[in-house]
């Protein structure tokens, strides 16, 4: 039985809107209520902000890295099935948690914030590999010659770097999430 092949629209749009999406609403893990509303108390609450907005820096740079290396993929096939459109909405389940572990790592001093928000990229992580590696193996969804130059090994590199900072997470804490701002250019020394 042949597999029934789908255009590629409908998971690009679906895609599209929801990394948008997740990247708009991670910018709410941002406290910005005070009970107050003084200038004094604005002084005291700028640190917290500064440290929730670090955090929403670092999902933005990483939602963005993600997005990038998924349109590039999305761009190169003529169509898509039933599994790899599951595989793509297994992947945006994760994207779209991005806002609460978002907000998870910046409400609560805690290792295990830390941790949740780093196995959330992992989660991520593995699941754009699994994108890959599945157009990868189905030709007829049109995948190009260039995905099939990428370096083939390098993405066990993605979910191991998750793996690295969840490590040095137990030494550095919080301050190990500030490696996924080298992501996008770890992806580019892959491409």
């Known amino acids: ?21 997740a990247m708009t609403l991670a910018i709410l893990s941002i406290d910005v209520d005070a009970e107050l509303s003084t200038h004094a108390s604005l002084l005291d609450e700028i640190p917290k902000m500064a440290y929730q907005l670090r955090h929403y820096i670092i999902s933005f740079v990483t939602l963005a890295s993600f997005w990038i290396g998924q349109h590039y ?20 389940l ?66 191991g770097f998750s793996v690295l900072v969840f490590i040095l997470a137990r030494y550095i804490e919080d301050w190990a999430t500030l490696l996924y701002v080298a992501l996008p250019l770890l992806r580019r020394k892959l491409s």
């Not at 998971?11 to 809107?17: K, L, Q």
């Not at 993929?73 to 945006?92: E, G, M, P, Q, Y």
């Not at 609560?108 to 994108?131: G, K, P």
């Open 1 to 21: 039985m042949k597999k029934a092949l789908l255009g590629k629209n409908r998971i690009e749009a679906i895609s599209d809107g929801i990394y948008a999406i």
């Open 94 to 159: 994760f994207i779209a948690m991005i806002p609460a572990t978002t907000g998870v790592i910046g409400n609560f001093d805690s290792i295990l914030a830390v941790r949740i928000f780093i196995i959330n990229i992992f989660l991520i992580s593995v699941t754009i590999v699994a994108e890959y590696e599945y157009v990868r193996r189905h030709p007829e969804l049109g995948e190009g010659e260039e995905l099939k130059k990428r370096i083939r090994g390098g993405f066990i590199i993605l979910p």
């Open 73 to 92: 993929l999305i761009d190169r096939i003529r169509n898509s099935d039933t599994a790899l459109n599951w595989i793509v909405l297994i992947h945006l």
